[in-house]
């Protein structure tokens, strides 16, 4: 148990709709993060979020739009996805940002229809 | 800008044996971290064994350890008495010591585990 929880852990949604990921840490930590995991790719990070702040943005398309309200918690809001965005999104959470180890949830499998 | 490269993209390994998982990566900087994360088919990434760049003592956590060559910028992975426990996906990462929110991971390598 990494303390890190994301929901839902699948979703099928259309290239219309609007939905939001969800991701939790109950480990104290200051530094929370997404990635994206295509198949056959490496893991690609999208966004950091330090202390509510966000600190990278790896040119993520507008479409994906971060939102950290407080420091235990981290959404992803999606909407007009395409089908190219279905992947395994990853959150994860470190002490900081600089911090040498982060600790990662379980995932979410979106399928962009 | 760095790069990680897994060169293996399958390795099997029967059931008590030792396999090596083989990582490189490409830095200009002198002061880093190198990780191993294990991605099992629950999707969750688990660190597995983490190496400071500038401790030359190769880090060892139960039965995995590595072997950490820097001048050559190789990063192994070994796995003693293999446990059907440690089929996953091995992605070995990078990360700069300063400012260093980035992981850059490489492509994985999948582990199969022979009983």
């Known amino acids: 148990e990494t303390g890190v929880t994301q929901t839902p852990r699948h979703l099928v949604m259309g290239m219309t709709n609007k939905k939001s990921l969800k991701c939790e840490q109950h480990?104290?930590?200051?530094?929370m993060y997404w990635y994206k995991q295509s198949a056959k790719k490496p893991l690609e990070l999208m966004f950091v979020y330090s202390l509510e702040e966000r600190v990278e943005n790896n040119s993520v398309p507008s479409r994906f739009s971060p939102e950290c309200p407080n420091s235990s918690h981290l959404f992803l809001h999606l909407h007009t996805l395409q089908p190219e965005d279905s992947a395994l999104y990853l959150c994860a959470s470190s002490p900081g940002p600089g911090a040498d180890t982060q600790y990662f949830g379980p995932g979410t499998r979106l399928t962009v229809l | 800008a760095q790069t990680v490269t897994q060169s293996q993209p399958e390795m099997s390994v029967q059931e008590a044996e030792t396999v090596t998982l083989s990582c490189t990566y490409d830095?200009?900087?002198?002061?880093?971290?190198l990780f191993w994360y294990k991605q099992p088919p629950s999707r969750q990434m688990i660190l597995v064994i983490r190496?400071?760049?500038?401790?030359?003592q190769n880090a060892t956590e139960n039965r995995f350890s590595v072997n950490f060559q820097k001048a050559a910028k190789s990063f192994s992975l070994k796995i003693s008495d293999s446990q059907l426990g440690d089929a996953a996906m091995y992605f070995c990462a990078y990360r700069r010591r300063e400012y260093g929110n980035k992981l850059v991971f490489g492509a994985g390598t999948i582990l199969r585990v022979k009983s």
């Open positions: 480990l104290g930590h200051n530094a």
């Open positions: 830095t200009s900087e002198s002061d880093y971290y």
């Open positions: 190496q400071e760049a500038y401790k030359q």
